[in-house]
T-cell receptor, first 118, second 110 residues
Framework: GAVVSQHPSRVICKSGTSVKIECRSLDFQATTMFWYRQFPKQSLMLMATSNEGSKATYEQGVEKDKFLINHASLTLSTLTVTSAHPEDSSFYIC??????????????FGSGTQLSVL | QKEVEQNSGPLSVPEGAIASLNCTYSDRGSQSFFWYRQYSGKSPELIMSIYSNGDKEDGRFTAQLNKASQYVSLLIRDSQPSDSATYLCAVGGATNKLIFGTGTLLAVQP
């Protein structure tokens, strides 16, 4: 199946610092990538939709100035958590849409990034 | 009302039995339905997708969709301990945005 690579897998940082997470589609081009956040024992919550070459679309309640998304190419999207605080500690997961033709389009997920803000 | 609802479980089944996981959704315009498996600390892995009413089988897995009842289920035959995980139901509309349920924790007892 399609491969989506996400780095880093784990980050521990001090409060007030910024953290950058990368999401790459390795064997296909993804015009759209999605960023999710998952707190312990909760479901995945969509944060934003990242579109190549244009501004990301943020879900209600997600601060666009805090969670900066850049989708500079068809294979790379980045999420930067600016001025991170302990409440930002969560599991962040990206996904990319892979159109395999004949309406067979599926989402594939990166391996996730566990962010811990001290 | 939550958009996608699942029983959080845990659902405990003996090894070799059939595990039945259920999901209901609120948006009648939903067009695509997915089951993902998620192990603790890992990202979701796509198990099954289904788009039309009826059953879809893939190995030990069968997805069932009933759009009139807004209900989708996943059956796992011959359950194995390695199937123990959280199973997430996801529902999509006209775009690729998916709404996830909170997941059902499945525990297969050896």
């Amino acid at each position: 199946g399609a491969v989506v690579s996400q780095h880093p897998s784990r980050v521990i940082c001090k409060s007030g610092t910024s953290v950058k997470i990368e999401c790459r589609s390795l064997d296909f081009q993804a015009t759209t990538m999605f960023w999710y956040r998952q707190f312990p024992k909760q479901s995945l919550m969509l944060m934003a939709t990242s579109n190549e070459g244009s501004k990301a679309t943020y879900e209600q309640g997600v601060e666009k100035d805090k969670f900066l998304i850049n989708h500079a190419s068809l294979t790379l999207s980045t999420l930067t958590v600016t001025s991170a605080h302990p409440e930002d500690s969560s599991f962040y997961i990206c996904s990319a849409s892979h159109d395999r033709g004949h309406g067979n389009e599926k989402l594939f997920f990166g391996s996730g990034t566990q962010l811990s803000v001290l | 009302q939550k958009e996608v609802e699942q029983n959080s479980g845990p659902l405990s089944v003996p090894e070799g039995a059939i595990a039945s996981l259920n999901c209901t959704y609120s948006d009648r315009g939903s067009q695509s339905f997915f089951w993902y498996r998620q192990y603790s600390g890992k990202s979701p892995e796509l198990i099954m997708s289904i788009y039309s009413n009826g059953d879809k089988e893939d190995g030990r897995f069968t997805a069932q969709l009933n759009k009139a009842s807004q209900y989708v289920s996943l059956l796992i035959r011959d359950s194995q301990p390695s199937d123990s995980a959280t199973y997430l139901c996801a529902v999509g509309g006209a775009t690729n945005k998916l709404i996830f349920g909170t997941g059902t924790l499945l525990a297969v007892q050896p």
